[in-house]
């Protein structure tokens, strides 16, 4: 089945009661007075979100130009340096299955889970005979070491869409992943992390 439009009266996974969200990064830490990095990570979620839609062939050139924008304010190292970085995940096998073909970009979620009616967006989504993939980006948060280590807002809020694709296509596998454009690195999360943020649990 394909993912539904959230219904009315339906709850964000990440409204469901609980700790606070990891802080965002300062946009001119005392280690990067130009915000660089800051600047980095938005940049880094701009070109997940688009380059999916262009070939392969073409993504380096079309990161290229992008980048060189004047308005991004980087020099020529700089965006090498972005680049490189995206270069980097779409190489991961997750992230390469995540935006490759059949996948769906910003997927709304919505079911029962636990007696709640949860509603949600993923920003990747892919469905295949034996496993389903959820990819959602963190940006300008600074990723964890590990992935005990994420935020238990971010696991519950894993851990719920994971309940709600289980539902959705029972007997398959439901890998869950956070993108944390902040330092360009995907992390995954297995179960053993997030079960103990599911729903009910």
């Known amino acids: 089945p394909a993912p539904q439009e959230a219904p009315e009266g ?8 609980g700790e606070e969200e990891t802080p965002a ?8 007075p130009r915000g660089l990095r800051f600047r980095r990570g938005r940049l880094v ?33 700089e965006q090498d340096a972005v680049l ?22 910003e997927a709304p979620l919505a079911g029962r889970v636990g ?13 295949e005979p034996e496993r389903v993939l959820v990819l959602d980006y963190k940006t300008n948060r600074p990723p964890p070491a590990e992935a005990a280590q994420v935020a238990p807002l971010y696991l519950r809020q894993m851990a719920a869409y994971r309940a709600l694709l289980r539902a959705a296509f029972p007997g398959r596998r439901v890998d869950c992943a956070l993108v944390w454009t902040y330092g360009a690195r995907a992390m995954p999360l297995p179960d053993t992390v997030l079960d103990p943020h599911a729903p009910g649990a």
């Open 25 to 32: 990064a300062p946009p001119r830490p005392s280690d990067d």
């Open 10 to 17: 339906a709850v964000a996974p990440s409204a469901l009661p």
């Open 45 to 77: 979620h701009a070109l997940l979100q688009h380059l999916p839609d262009h070939l392969p062939a073409t993504r380096e050139a079309t990161a290229r130009r992008f980048l060189a924008r004047p308005g991004h304010g980087l020099d020529e190292a």
């Open 115 to 127: 007696g709640r009616l949860i509603a949600g967006q993923v920003d990747r989504l892919l469905v």
């Open 84 to 105: 490189a970085e995206v270069t980097a995940l779409l190489a991961e096998p997750l992230v390469a299955a995540a935006l490759g073909p059949g996948s769906l970009a």
